[in-house]
Protein backbone atom coordinates (compact mmCIF):
# COMPACT_ATOMS: atom_id res chain seq x y z
CA UNK A 1 0.00 0.00 0.00
CA UNK A 2 1.51 3.24 -1.23
CA UNK A 3 2.86 5.39 2.37
CA UNK A 4 3.61 9.19 3.32
CA UNK A 5 7.61 9.10 4.17
CA UNK A 6 8.83 11.65 6.32
CA UNK A 7 12.76 12.30 6.57
CA UNK A 8 14.79 12.63 9.08
CA UNK A 9 12.80 10.67 11.75
CA UNK A 10 14.61 12.77 14.46
CA UNK A 11 15.98 16.49 14.15
CA UNK A 12 18.03 17.73 16.77
CA UNK A 13 18.76 22.11 16.47
CA UNK A 14 19.45 24.67 18.07
CA UNK A 15 17.34 27.65 19.05
CA UNK A 16 17.49 30.10 16.13
CA UNK A 17 18.70 27.41 13.65
CA UNK A 18 16.45 26.81 10.58
CA UNK A 19 15.52 23.30 10.02
CA UNK A 20 13.69 22.00 6.61
CA UNK A 21 11.72 19.04 7.23
CA UNK A 22 10.92 16.42 4.59
CA UNK A 23 8.01 14.47 3.19
CA UNK A 24 7.50 12.33 -0.13
CA UNK A 25 3.58 12.33 -0.14
CA UNK A 26 1.46 9.67 -1.68
CA UNK A 27 2.34 9.48 -5.76
CA UNK A 28 -1.83 10.52 -6.99
CA UNK A 29 -2.76 12.52 -4.17
CA UNK A 30 -2.87 16.68 -4.88
CA UNK A 31 -3.60 17.75 -1.38
CA UNK A 32 -0.91 17.89 0.98
CA UNK A 33 -0.88 18.90 4.68
CA UNK A 34 1.49 19.75 7.87
CA UNK A 35 0.55 18.92 11.73
CA UNK A 36 2.40 19.35 14.86
CA UNK A 37 2.04 17.25 17.53
CA UNK A 38 3.75 18.34 21.15
CA UNK A 39 4.47 15.69 23.38
CA UNK A 40 1.61 14.29 24.99
CA UNK A 41 -1.13 16.86 23.36
CA UNK A 42 -3.19 17.05 20.56
CA UNK A 43 -2.34 17.07 16.76
CA UNK A 44 -2.83 20.23 15.30
CA UNK A 45 -3.53 22.03 11.81
CA UNK A 46 -0.54 23.94 10.77
CA UNK A 47 -1.32 24.18 6.84
CA UNK A 48 -2.75 22.61 3.62
CA UNK A 49 -1.34 23.20 0.06
CA UNK A 50 -3.02 22.86 -3.03
CA UNK A 51 -1.71 23.51 -6.78
CA UNK A 52 1.75 25.19 -5.69
CA UNK A 53 -0.15 27.38 -3.02
CA UNK A 54 -1.23 27.26 0.40
CA UNK A 55 -4.66 26.89 1.50
CA UNK A 56 -5.07 27.55 4.38
CA UNK A 57 -2.92 27.94 7.78
CA UNK A 58 -3.51 28.14 11.00
CA UNK A 59 -2.40 30.45 13.62
CA UNK A 60 0.40 28.38 14.16
CA UNK A 61 1.61 28.72 10.48
CA UNK A 62 3.20 32.34 11.80
CA UNK A 63 5.99 34.09 9.17
CA UNK A 64 8.57 31.71 10.72
CA UNK A 65 6.55 28.73 8.84
CA UNK A 66 6.92 28.44 5.02
CA UNK A 67 6.04 25.39 3.07
CA UNK A 68 7.11 24.35 -0.42
CA UNK A 69 6.93 21.91 -3.53
CA UNK A 70 9.86 22.47 -4.83
CA UNK A 71 9.79 19.10 -7.67
CA UNK A 72 7.03 16.40 -8.13
CA UNK A 73 7.48 14.22 -5.14
CA UNK A 74 8.90 16.59 -2.05
CA UNK A 75 6.76 18.49 -0.15
CA UNK A 76 8.71 20.34 2.42
CA UNK A 77 8.50 22.33 5.54
CA UNK A 78 10.44 25.21 6.69
CA UNK A 79 11.13 26.80 10.26
CA UNK A 80 13.60 29.63 9.99
CA UNK A 81 14.56 30.44 13.31
CA UNK A 82 13.53 27.80 15.64
CA UNK A 83 12.59 28.34 18.87
CA UNK A 84 12.21 25.73 22.21
CA UNK A 85 8.31 25.74 21.44
CA UNK A 86 8.75 24.05 18.25
CA UNK A 87 9.97 21.08 19.60
CA UNK A 88 7.38 18.61 18.73
CA UNK A 89 6.64 15.60 16.31
CA UNK A 90 5.56 16.60 12.82
CA UNK A 91 3.31 14.98 10.72
CA UNK A 92 2.83 15.50 7.05
CA UNK A 93 -0.40 13.95 5.31
CA UNK A 94 -2.08 14.10 1.87
CA UNK A 95 -5.13 13.25 0.23
CA UNK A 96 -6.53 12.54 -3.29
CA UNK A 97 -9.34 15.20 -2.96
CA UNK A 98 -10.34 18.18 -0.89
CA UNK A 99 -13.28 17.40 0.97
CA UNK A 100 -13.65 16.54 4.65
CA UNK A 101 -14.63 13.24 3.98
CA UNK A 102 -11.34 12.27 2.37
CA UNK A 103 -9.12 9.89 4.83
CA UNK A 104 -6.17 11.99 5.71
CA UNK A 105 -2.92 9.48 4.99
CA UNK A 106 0.03 10.37 7.28
CA UNK A 107 3.71 9.90 7.28
CA UNK A 108 5.00 8.60 10.99
CA UNK A 109 6.63 11.98 11.50
CA UNK A 110 9.91 14.11 12.36
CA UNK A 111 10.77 14.72 15.79
CA UNK A 112 11.85 17.83 16.26
CA UNK A 113 13.88 18.83 19.16
CA UNK A 114 15.20 22.47 19.96
CA UNK A 115 17.61 23.02 22.37
CA UNK B 1 -16.66 22.06 12.30
CA UNK B 2 -18.89 19.79 14.19
CA UNK B 3 -17.40 19.30 17.56
CA UNK B 4 -16.86 15.45 18.92
CA UNK B 5 -17.13 14.16 22.68
CA UNK B 6 -15.13 10.99 23.87
CA UNK B 7 -14.01 9.54 26.97
CA UNK B 8 -10.47 10.02 27.66
CA UNK B 9 -9.43 6.56 28.21
CA UNK B 10 -10.73 3.16 27.85
CA UNK B 11 -9.40 -0.62 29.44
CA UNK B 12 -10.13 -3.54 27.99
CA UNK B 13 -8.27 -7.17 27.69
CA UNK B 14 -7.38 -9.35 25.32
CA UNK B 15 -9.91 -11.13 22.86
CA UNK B 16 -12.79 -8.74 23.93
CA UNK B 17 -14.78 -6.81 21.83
CA UNK B 18 -14.21 -3.07 22.57
CA UNK B 19 -16.64 -0.31 21.85
CA UNK B 20 -15.86 3.51 21.75
CA UNK B 21 -18.59 5.75 21.07
CA UNK B 22 -18.21 9.88 19.85
CA UNK B 23 -20.96 12.50 20.65
CA UNK B 24 -20.88 14.49 17.87
CA UNK B 25 -24.92 16.47 18.43
CA UNK B 26 -23.83 19.45 16.29
CA UNK B 27 -23.54 17.19 13.26
CA UNK B 28 -24.46 18.51 9.92
CA UNK B 29 -26.21 16.94 7.49
CA UNK B 30 -23.42 16.63 4.76
CA UNK B 31 -20.90 15.71 7.74
CA UNK B 32 -18.84 12.23 7.36
CA UNK B 33 -17.48 10.23 10.58
CA UNK B 34 -14.02 9.44 10.42
CA UNK B 35 -11.74 7.66 12.89
CA UNK B 36 -8.54 6.93 13.24
CA UNK B 37 -5.72 5.25 15.09
CA UNK B 38 -2.54 6.80 16.66
CA UNK B 39 0.76 5.02 17.98
CA UNK B 40 3.17 6.57 20.34
CA UNK B 41 5.50 8.05 18.13
CA UNK B 42 3.48 7.41 14.78
CA UNK B 43 0.80 9.62 12.58
CA UNK B 44 -2.53 9.04 12.85
CA UNK B 45 -4.11 5.70 10.36
CA UNK B 46 -7.34 5.75 8.88
CA UNK B 47 -9.29 3.18 10.29
CA UNK B 48 -13.10 3.44 9.17
CA UNK B 49 -15.53 5.94 7.79
CA UNK B 50 -18.95 6.27 7.77
CA UNK B 51 -22.22 8.32 7.08
CA UNK B 52 -25.15 6.27 8.43
CA UNK B 53 -26.27 3.20 9.55
CA UNK B 54 -23.32 0.64 9.75
CA UNK B 55 -19.94 0.59 7.91
CA UNK B 56 -17.78 -2.66 8.07
CA UNK B 57 -13.65 -3.36 7.18
CA UNK B 58 -11.39 -5.96 7.91
CA UNK B 59 -10.26 -3.86 11.02
CA UNK B 60 -13.29 -2.48 12.63
CA UNK B 61 -17.15 -1.58 12.62
CA UNK B 62 -19.09 1.71 12.66
CA UNK B 63 -22.27 2.19 13.99
CA UNK B 64 -24.19 5.09 13.63
CA UNK B 65 -27.56 5.67 14.62
CA UNK B 66 -30.89 7.10 12.52
CA UNK B 67 -30.12 11.07 14.14
CA UNK B 68 -26.39 10.51 13.73
CA UNK B 69 -25.78 12.75 17.26
CA UNK B 70 -23.49 9.53 18.07
CA UNK B 71 -21.22 6.76 16.47
CA UNK B 72 -19.53 3.88 18.14
CA UNK B 73 -16.41 2.36 16.56
CA UNK B 74 -16.24 -1.39 16.94
CA UNK B 75 -12.77 -3.17 17.59
CA UNK B 76 -13.81 -7.57 17.57
CA UNK B 77 -11.57 -9.06 19.92
CA UNK B 78 -8.72 -6.65 20.50
CA UNK B 79 -4.94 -7.82 20.67
CA UNK B 80 -2.51 -5.73 23.07
CA UNK B 81 -1.29 -4.13 19.75
CA UNK B 82 -4.37 -2.16 19.58
CA UNK B 83 -3.59 -0.17 22.37
CA UNK B 84 -3.14 3.09 20.86
CA UNK B 85 -5.37 6.76 21.20
CA UNK B 86 -8.43 6.59 18.79
CA UNK B 87 -9.41 9.70 17.11
CA UNK B 88 -13.62 10.27 15.81
CA UNK B 89 -13.84 13.11 13.20
CA UNK B 90 -16.33 14.75 11.35
CA UNK B 91 -16.01 16.59 8.38
CA UNK B 92 -18.01 17.35 5.23
CA UNK B 93 -17.14 17.46 1.81
CA UNK B 94 -17.22 21.35 1.52
CA UNK B 95 -14.26 21.21 4.61
CA UNK B 96 -10.83 21.05 3.86
CA UNK B 97 -9.82 17.77 5.03
CA UNK B 98 -6.80 18.87 6.14
CA UNK B 99 -8.39 21.17 8.82
CA UNK B 100 -10.09 18.52 10.51
CA UNK B 101 -9.91 18.73 14.28
CA UNK B 102 -7.83 16.27 16.25
CA UNK B 103 -9.70 16.17 20.00
CA UNK B 104 -8.13 14.42 22.91
CA UNK B 105 -8.90 11.49 21.59
CA UNK B 106 -9.50 7.83 23.11
CA UNK B 107 -6.63 5.93 25.03
CA UNK B 108 -7.45 2.27 24.63
CA UNK B 109 -5.29 0.40 26.87
CA UNK B 110 -5.78 -3.47 26.27
CA UNK B 111 -4.04 -5.91 28.94
CA UNK B 112 -3.25 -9.44 28.71
Known amino acids: EPEVTQTPSHQVTQMGQEVILRCVPI?????FYWYRQILGQKVEFLVSFYNNEISEKSEIFDDQFSVERPDGSNFTLKIRSTKLEDSAMYFC?????????????FGNGTRLTVT | LAKTTQPISMDSYEGQEVNITCSHN???????ITWYQQFPSQGPRFIIQGYKTKVTNEVASLFIPADRKSSTLSLPRVSLSDTAVYYC?????????????FGDGTTLTVKP
Open chain 1, 93 to 105: ASTSYRAGNSPLH
Open chain 2, 26 to 32: NIATNDY
Open chain 2, 89 to 101: LVGDDNTNAGKST
Open chain 1, 27 to 31: SNHLY
